[in-house]
C-alpha cells in the first residue's frame, strides 16, 4: 500500500512558478511509475507528466517545456516544478503511483492517489 500526499499548491500570477511534492508513504515507491494529473471545475482530468521507474520522463503538450518532473528516492518524493504558468494551468493538481509504466498518461491505469493540492493562477 502507497500513501501519497502532495503539497506547494496556491495562488500565483501569470508568468510565475510553483513547485509542487508528492510524499510517498507506506512503502518506497522506487520500481513504481508516478504521474501528476489535474482536474479544472467542470472539466475532466487530464493527464500532466510521468515519471517511469527508469527515469523516463514525460509530458502532455500543454505542459511540454514548462513543467518538469523528478523525484528525490531518498525522500520518497515526486516533484512537479511548474514555470511560466498560465490561468489555464489552474486546478487541482493530483499525484498518483502505479506498478507498470505502460499506458503512463492513463488515469485509470493507476493504483494509488494523493488527495490533490489546489493551483490558482491570477492574470
Known amino acids: 500500500q502507497v500513501q501519497l500526499v502532495e503539497s506547494g499548491g496556491g495562488l500565483v500570477q501569470a508568468g510565475g512558478s510553483l513547485r509542487l511534492s508528492c510524499a510517498a508513504s507506506?512503502?518506497?515507491?522506487?520500481?513504481?511509475?508516478m504521474g501528476w494529473f489535474r482536474q479544472a471545475p467542470g472539466k475532466e482530468r487530464d493527464w500532466v507528466a510521468a515519471?517511469?521507474?527508469?527515469?523516463?520522463?514525460y509530458y502532455a503538450d500543454s505542459v511540454k517545456g514548462r513543467f518538469t518532473i523528478s523525484s528525490d528516492n531518498a525522500k520518497n518524493t515526486v516533484y512537479l516544478q511548474m514555470n511560466s504558468l498560465k490561468p489555464d494551468d489552474a486546478a487541482v493538481y493530483y499525484c498518483a503511483a502505479k506498478r507498470y509504466n505502460i499506458r503512463y498518461y492513463d488515469g485509470a491505469s493507476y493504483d494509488y492517489w494523493g488527495q490533490g493540492t489546489q493551483v490558482t493562477v491570477s492574470s
Open positions: 507506506g512503502r518506497t515507491f522506487s520500481g513504481y511509475a
Open positions: 515519471l517511469t521507474s527508469g527515469g523516463y520522463t
